[in-house]
């Protein structure tokens, strides 16, 4: 079954990122992996006694968990324990700003499909718990669809701000929309030049990391997984086009058995602000009730 709703919310932003880093940040956990060795992830409650877990995969960029994790989970009631994956290369105090070398050496498709599957295969063996979501953002969307298809047990899989399209695949619609087709083709031929180059970028992504993502396919993942799933998506996003999340919404409820949810967030781009702030805090208040009410339609 599919739902589509145009979700109309209010939120607040929080806290800002250095007082979070700073003053509350979420906990260093460190776990023994499978081929990685020691992960280093970060974890934080949202109240005392957390009965129920999330495993959480970021978007892309190299800005320390320390500095977000809590915040965007604003507004998710109490009762459950966040838990992410810091990428590889990247130091607690990191901005964003500067990437290191080693942080983009590791950061291809199939390295962030291995660590984070490893990462959540150790936090289940080492702390147990009830995982109740995949929670997986812009990249992490991609990512987290071959995560959830190793995890079937764990009931939901929420993908925020990514779809079912190859990356070239967005990048060609909004290339097209912007009337900059020629320079996205030289681009990518410049791409196919060095495609393991660390230090040539096109928008500011290394030739490496694009050459990994391009032709992606996270549509197959999509249909092997066994969660329900729920899309939530700006409508007037112009990094991943709405598109991309509507070919995979409707692709799962060709499944007449699964439960598919797209939420479209009025006016939103891809962080999910749009006019009235940040809506983040409102999708995360209404979480709790989609994730554990099994006929639940959309948001409320």
Not at 5 to 28: D, F, H, I, R, T
Request: overall charge negative; glycine content about 8%; charged content about 20%.
């Amino acid at each position: 079954m599919l739902v589509i709703a145009s979700l109309s919310v209010n939120g607040c932003a929080g806290l800002g990122y250095l007082g979070s880093a700073v003053l509350s940040p979420p906990q260093k956990v460190m776990v023994q992996s499978e081929g990685f060795g020691e992960l280093e992830l970060y974890s934080f409650d949202t109240g005392p006694s957390p009965s129920q877990a999330i495993f959480f995969i970021s978007g892309s960029g190299c800005a320390s968990l320390r500095f977000f994790l809590k915040r965007y989970f604003t507004g998710l009631p109490e009762g459950y324990r966040i838990y992410a994956l810091q990428k590889s290369g990247v130091d607690a105090m990191n901005t964003g700003a500067n990437c290191s070398d080693q942080f983009h050496r590791s950061n291809t498709i199939d390295q962030l499909i291995a660590r984070n599957g490893a990462a959540l295969t150790a936090v289940k063996a080492q702390f147990g718990g009830e995982f109740v979501a995949i929670v997986g953002v812009s990249e992490g969307g991609v990512v987290s669809a071959p995560v959830a298809v190793a995890n079937p047990q764990i009931p939901n899989l929420i993908i925020i701000g990514a779809g079912a399209m190859t990356f070239r695949e967005e990048l060609s619609i909004l290339a097209r929309q912007r009337g900059r087709e020629d320079e996205l083709t030289a681009a990518l031929a410049n791409v196919e030049i060095t495609p393991k180059s660390i230090d040539e970028r096109f928008m500011g992504m290394p030739h490496l990391y694009l050459t990994s993502m391009l032709d992606f396919d996270p549509l197959p993942h999509l249909l092997a997984s066994k969660q329900r799933v729920l899309f939530v998506h700006g409508e007037k996003d112009e990094s991943v086009p709405l598109a991309s999340a509507r070919v995979a919404a409707e692709a799962l409820s060709r499944d007449s058995s699964r439960k598919v949810v797209l939420e479209i967030v009025p006016g939103a781009n891809h962080v999910l602000v749009n006019e009235e702030g940040d809506q983040k805090v409102d999708i995360m208040r209404k979480l709790p009730v989609w994730m554990n009410v099994a006929d639940q339609g959309a948001l409320q």
